[in-house]
């Protein structure tokens, strides 16, 4: 059974920083690319973040460059999210997903909130 556990959202004030993890079981991990997307309310779910399966190559969206690191444990079968010098534009669900080889599966965890409030 899949299974992608996001964990470590919380609320924060400005310049807060959160890490957040994505623990995943059920497939091969280290075969997965891993992407963090994010979900504001009344908004479309964006792109924030994403690493190859190797764990090179991370892109992250413009709006969280220098401020987000994408990692990842291959050992462990988690992703990271740090998130330092957090906004309130910041505030959503951030949901894991893990994308196969050939784009012939992808998965989704349940998400976690992130506030952003002083």
């Known amino acids: 059974q899949v299974q992608l556990v996001e964990s470590g959202g919380g609320s924060v004030q400005p310049g807060g920083s959160l890490r957040l993890s994505c623990a995943a079981s059920?497939?091969?991990?280290?075969?997965?690319?891993m992407r963090w997307y994010r979900q504001a309310p009344g908004k479309e779910r964006e792109l924030v973040a994403a690493?190859?399966?190797?764990?090179?190559?991370?892109n992250y969206a413009d709006s969280v460059k220098g401020r987000f690191t994408i990692s990842r444990d291959n050992g462990k079968n988690t992703v990271y999210l740090q998130m330092n010098s957090l906004k309130p534009e910041d505030t959503a669900v951030y949901y894991c997903?893990?994308?196969?080889?050939?784009?012939?599966?992808?998965?989704w965890g349940q998400g976690t909130q992130v506030t952003v409030s002083s």
């Open positions: 997903n893990a994308l196969g080889p050939l784009f012939l599966s992808a998965y």
């Open positions: 690493i190859s399966s190797s764990g090179g190559s991370p």
């Open positions: 059920g497939f091969t991990f280290s075969t997965y690319v």
